[in-house]
T-cell receptor
Framework: DQQVKQNSPSLSVQEGRISILNCDYT??????FLWYKKYPAEGPTFLIS?????DKNEDGRFTVFLNKSAKHLSLHIVPSQPGDSAVYFC??????????FGSGTQLTVLP | DTAVSQTPKYLVTQMGNDKSIKCEQN?????MYWYKQDSKKFLKIMFS???????INETVPNRFSPKSPDKAHLNLHINSLELGDSAVYFC????????????FGSGTQLSVL
């Protein structure tokens, strides 16, 4: 009953290229989506979010895209930097305002 | 000056013991949480407190008991520890209405032997 799925456990990208991390959800009641970034031995930190009334939100090198009909969101990082190497968690919430997290994708940016 | 601090960072203990994890936040937030990251790496909510009142209590064994003495603190006490309790436990806090932007502590790695 995983309502938020990140099907790629890992992703490797060359420095300077685009990183695309994907997330799928099953609960149509989710209306707010977030991405968190986690370095080893640290807690997750908030990165970017998007409301279901939008299909795109941008913050510097990070852009989140939401496709409600496909129940899919993606995080684009352009250009990717070695410091972006971390685990990225997708999370979603509905009216209960309780976050449901995916299992994370380990991004490695190669210099 | 850490925003959300939890102690200890590592906890190794025998089955059957009772242990506590402490959490404090200095962000002025009104809501605090305990999350468990299991072996499959999912972060699952266990409890949430708003202004010292329990608002979320997921399906967690009653061996786990949270206590919030004030808005800045949320401790987790675990009785009769079992092997399956081994996990990383994260404390987090937020301001209600802030769009679920949680601020997490660095985690407590609990190993039950």
């Amino acid at each position: 009953d995983q309502q938020v799925k990140q099907n790629s456990p890992s992703l490797s990208v060359q420095e300077g290229r685009i990183s695309i991390l994907n997330c799928d959800y099953t609960n149509s009641m989710f209306d707010y989506f977030l991405w968190y970034k986690k370095y080893p031995a640290e807690g997750p930190t908030f990165l970017i979010s998007i409301s279901s009334i939008k299909d795109k939100n941008e913050d510097g090198r990070f852009t989140v895209f939401l496709n409600k009909s496909a129940k899919h969101l993606s995080l684009h990082i352009v250009p990717s930097q070695p410091g972006d190497s971390a685990v990225y968690f997708c999370a979603a919430t509905g009216s209960a305002r309780q976050l449901t997290f995916g299992s994370g994708t380990q991004l490695t940016v190669l210099p | 000056d850490t925003a959300v601090s939890q102690t200890p960072k590592y906890l190794v203990t025998q089955m059957g013991n009772d242990k506590s994890i402490k959490c404090e936040q200095n962000l002025g937030h009104d809501t605090m949480y305990w999350y468990k990251q299991d072996s499959k790496k999912f972060l699952k909510i266990m409890f949430s407190y708003n202004n010292k009142e329990l608002i979320i209590n997921e399906t967690v064994p009653n061996r786990f008991s949270p206590k919030s003495p004030d808005k800045a603190h949320l401790n987790l006490h675990i009785n009769s520890l079992e092997l399956g309790d081994s996990a990383v436990y994260f404390c987090a806090s937020s301001l209600r209405g802030s769009g679920e932007k949680l601020f997490f502590g660095s985690g407590t790695q609990l190993s039950v032997l």
